[in-house]
Nanobody
C-alpha cells in the first residue's frame, strides 16, 4: 500500500487547509484510515480516524475544527482543517490500517502563523 499525502502549506491563524491522502495498491474501503501529526520535539499523535464502517473519532484538541472524510471511489481520505491555530503546526501523516498491518504516507507540512 502506498499513500501520497498533499495539501499542506503555510496559513494564518484562523485559516483553513484541506489535506488529501491518495492510496494505491489496496482499496481503503476495508481499512481504517487516520491522520496523525508530529510537531518538532514531540511525539506523533493521532488527530482523526475514520473506520471502515464510517465511524469517526477525533483528538480533543481538534474536535469541532477538523473533519476527516473518505471517498472510497477515489481511494482517498481527506482532513478538512478549519480555525487553525499555531499549535496545529506539524507534519501531518496519513495511515492505512487493516488486519494488523499499518502503512504510512510521507507526511505533509502544515505551518500556522500567528
Amino acid at each position: 500500500v502506498q499513500l501520497q499525502a498533499s495539501g499542506g502549506g503555510l496559513v494564518q491563524a484562523g485559516g483553513s487547509l484541506r489535506l488529501s491522502c491518495a492510496a494505491s495498491g489496496s482499496t481503503i474501503s476495508n481499512a481504517a484510515m487516520s491522520w496523525h501529526r508530529q510537531a518538532p520535539g514531540k511525539q506523533r499523535e493521532l488527530v482523526a480516524v475514520s473506520s471502515s464502517s464510517g465511524n469517526t473519532n477525533y483528538a480533543d484538541s481538534v474536535k469541532g475544527r477538523f473533519t476527516i472524510s473518505r471517498d472510497n471511489d477515489k481511494n482517498t481520505v481527506y482532513l478538512q482543517m478549519n480555525s487553525l491555530k499555531p499549535e496545529d503546526t506539524a507534519v501531518y501523516y496519513c495511515q492505512y490500517y487493516r488486519r494488523g498491518d499499518a502503512y504510512w504516507g510521507q507526511g505533509t507540512q502544515v505551518t500556522v502563523s500567528s
